[in-house]
């Protein structure tokens, strides 16, 4: 019996270190996976500020969506990896362009339909370069989306209500509100109040009212500190 218990003990012990090892493996799998998704992100953020520096008018505008995409996500009590989603996909939500003519997505004239037609594949392209992002990210659908809208007015696929992605409508609302309210190429940044209440018009149209709502509760609280972001971003503020 003795001999048995000590041979019992000796496979418990050989479990355990195979187990141990089993973790150290996988951890260093995961870790070089992790960096992986890092050393990508980096990649995809560089590619981001070449947009920007492009396009100045878009100059930290996926920041600032990035930061009120995830208030509002709090504030709908998304979980930690909806709010990644959130976070990611709003600063790489039109990587995209950098397939996409130079000369569209500045222009100072009103785009043909055919243009139009052109600047809206940024939006595939989007979705295929960051698809290599996977687990716990997972934004390249998150991306494809946020220009569906909620009456099926949006695009690519003319989506409608919940077969939008969350993510991707709040990514929509935030994105919508604040081009409004900065410069472009083509015509001048509208003022706060303007760009608030088309927001609010199109509550339970473009947009579903319970993330519209959020988003208004977001922008009403004078405790965070996205106000700072936001006076110093824009200069047509009322």
């Not at 940024?122 to 990210?137: K, L, N, S």
Request: proline share 3%; aromatic share 8%; net charge negative.
């Amino acid at each position: 019996m003795e001999s048995l218990s000590k041979e019992n003990d000796s496979l418990k012990n050989r479990v355990a270190e195979l187990e141990n090892n089993l973790a150290h493996e996988r951890a260093k799998k995961n870790d070089g996976e992790e960096r992986l998704r890092i050393a990508y992100l980096s990649t995809m953020k560089s590619l981001v500020k070449s947009i920007e520096i492009k396009d100045p008018y878009t100059r930290g505008h996926y920041e600032l969506v990035s930061k009120y995409a995830v208030a509002v996500g709090k504030r709908l009590d998304m979980g930690p990896e909806e709010l990644d989603r959130v976070r990611l996909g709003a600063l790489l939500m039109d990587i995209g362009k950098i397939a996409i003519d130079t000369a569209l997505w500045t222009k100072k004239e009103s785009l043909t339909e055919e243009e139009q037609a052109a600047l809206r594949e940024h939006i595939r392209f989007g979705a295929e370069i960051t698809d290599p992002i996977v687990y716990p990210w997972n934004i390249s659908e998150v991306i494809y989306q946020h220009h569906e809208r909620y009456d099926g007015s949006g695009y690519p696929k003319g989506l409608r209500g919940d077969k939008i992605l969350p993510e991707a409508q709040v990514l929509g609302i935030c994105d919508s509100f604040l081009a409004m309210m900065a410069d472009r190429a083509f015509r001048q940044a509208y003022s706060r109040d303007f760009a608030v209440n088309t927001i609010r018009e199109e509550s339970d149209r473009k947009f579903n009212a319970r993330i519209v709502q959020a988003f208004v509760e977001v922008l009403e609280n004078k405790e965070n500190d996205l106000l700072d972001d936001f006076s110093t971003f824009f200069v047509n503020e009322s």
